[in-house]
């Protein structure tokens, strides 16, 4: 399980971006993955890298998932419902982003997902 920022902190992932890589073969190549990693973006109590500005698009803080794969039954863990994201191309680097909707004036990306094209989230999201 990876964590995105300390959910001990009253604001995981405020004002910080974190590079997020799941399990590595024993030589460290992070091209070959192990298993199953489970991205956490939020708990049952808040989104992580929400800068909490509603008219923010949230480019200062989120996570940037380096490895998220189908075939390893990889999951991104979000608080809410699917109806409280979006996807769209990135504005900073390559991959797909997520971008939360609900309570925003302005969407703010919360992550970048790079490895297989996620394009809805019927598959690989659990939403606590």
């Known amino acids: 399980m990876l964590t995105g920022g300390n959910p001990d902190c ?10 997020l890589i799941g399990d590595q073969s024993p ?3 992070p091209l070959i993955n192990q ?3 489970r991205f956490v ?5 808040q ?3 929400n800068d ?18 189908f075939a390893q039954n990889d999951v991104i863990q979000l608080k809410g419902r ?3 994201y979006w996807f769209d191309p990135t504005p900073i680097a390559l991959g797909r982003a997520i ?20 394009t809805g989230f019927e598959r690989g999201f659990v939403f606590v």
Do not use: H, K, W
């Not at 909490?52 to 794969?69: E, M, V």
């Open 35 to 37: 298993g199953a990693d």
């Open 99 to 118: 971008f939360l909707t609900a309570g925003q004036i302005q969407p703010g990306l919360i992550a970048i997902v790079q490895g297989d094209n996620i």
């Open 52 to 69: 909490r500005q509603a008219n923010s698009d949230g480019i200062a803080d989120y996570a940037l998932i380096r490895d998220f794969s």
């Open 47 to 49: 989104v992580f890298y």
């Open 82 to 84: 699917a109806a409280d």
């Open 10 to 19: 009253p604001f995981p992932g405020m004002e910080e971006v974190d590079e």
């Open 27 to 29: 030589n460290f190549s």
């Open 41 to 45: 973006l939020g708990n049952s109590n």
